[in-house]
C-alpha cells in the first residue's frame, strides 16, 4: 500500500485530498500545524496524524523521523494571505506568506528527500491569481507565481522523484463559507470569468491530485485547473 502525506490536510482542500486518498486504498498520513484537528479527521477517516508547520523547520525534521519507513507521495497546500497593497505590506506577513507557499515546501523536500520512494512525487499548490495580477494581490500573486517556478527546479533536484504544481481558480473548499452570504457572490463572479461558465468545485482538484500521483511520465509541470479563467477576455 502506498503511503501519502497531506500537509494542510486537516481543511479544507488539503481534508479533500485526504478523504479521496482514503477511499482510494492509500495510506494516509494527515500533517498540520493544527494537531488536535488532525487527529479527528485522522480518527474519523482510519488514517493517522502528525504535526507539520511550514513556518516551523523542527516540526518538518521530526516528521520525517517518524516517517523514516518511507513515503510514496507528499501534497502540500499551505498558504498564508498577505492581500494588501504594495504601500500597505508588512515585513512579517510578508515572510510568512512566502515561507507558506516557497520556502516552507522547499525545507519539506530537504527533510523528506531522503525518505522518498524515487517512484513517488510531490505536488504543490499555485493559484490563478499568479497569472492574473490586480490590486490588492502583489504577495499572492508573486507566491503562487513563484511555486510553477519551485515545482520546476525542486523536480530536476530531487528526479527520479516528480515534482508537479497545481494551479487552482476559485474553489467552493468550504474556505470561502466564512464570507457567510457574500460567497454565493464570490463563486457567480467566478463562474462569469470563466470558459466554462462554473465556479471550481473541490473534486475539481482532488481529481487532478490522484492523477498526478500516478501520472509517471509527468514532472516539472504546472496543471492549471481555472475552468480558462486566464483566456477570458470578456
Known amino acids: 500500500m502506498e503511503r501519502i502525506l497531506v500537509i494542510g490536510g486537516a481543511r479544507a482542500l488539503g481534508a479533500a485530498v485526504a478523504r479521496r486518498a482514503v477511499q482510494d486504498g492509500y495510506d494516509v498520513v494527515i500533517g498540520a500545524r493544527d494537531l488536535a484537528a488532525a487527529e479527528a479527521l485522522a480518527v474519523e477517516l482510519g488514517a493517522t496524524a502528525v504535526r507539520i508547520d511550514l513556518q516551523d523547520e523542527t516540526t518538518m525534521a521530526a516528521a520525517a523521523a517518524l516517517l523514516a519507513d518511507g513515503i510514496d507521495h507528499l501534497v502540500m497546500t499551505g498558504s498564508a494571505p498577505h492581500d ?5 505590506l508588512e515585513h512579517d506577513k510578508l515572510v510568512t506568506a512566502f515561507t507558506a507557499k516557497v520556502i516552507g515546501p522547499m525545507l519539506v523536500a530537504k527533510h523528506f528527500a531522503p525518505v522518498l520512494r524515487p517512484t513517488g512525487s510531490i505536488v504543490v499548490f499555485s493559484g490563478v491569481v499568479g497569472w492574473r495580477p490586480g490590486p490588492g494581490s502583489l504577495v499572492k ?9 519551485l515545482a520546476r527546479h525542486l523536480a530536476a533536484d530531487l528526479a527520479p522523484v516528480r515534482v508537479n504544481a497545481i494551479s487552482p481558480g476559485v474553489i467552493d473548499s468550504g474556505a470561502w463559507d466564512r464570507l457567510g452570504d457574500g460567497k454565493a457572490g464570490l463563486l457567480s463572479k467566478s463562474a462569469a470569468g470563466t470558459l466554462v461558465g462554473r465556479s471550481g468545485e473541490s473534486d475539481d482538484i482532488v481529481d487532478a491530485v490522484m492523477w498526478l500521483l500516478r501520472a509517471g511520465f509527468i514532472s516539472g509541470e504546472t496543471v492549471h485547473l481555472e475552468g480558462g479563467a486566464r483566456h477570458k477576455t470578456a
Open 84 to 88: 494588501v497593497r504594495a504601500v500597505e
Open 141 to 149: 500573486g508573486v507566491t503562487n507565481g513563484a511555486v510553477e517556478y
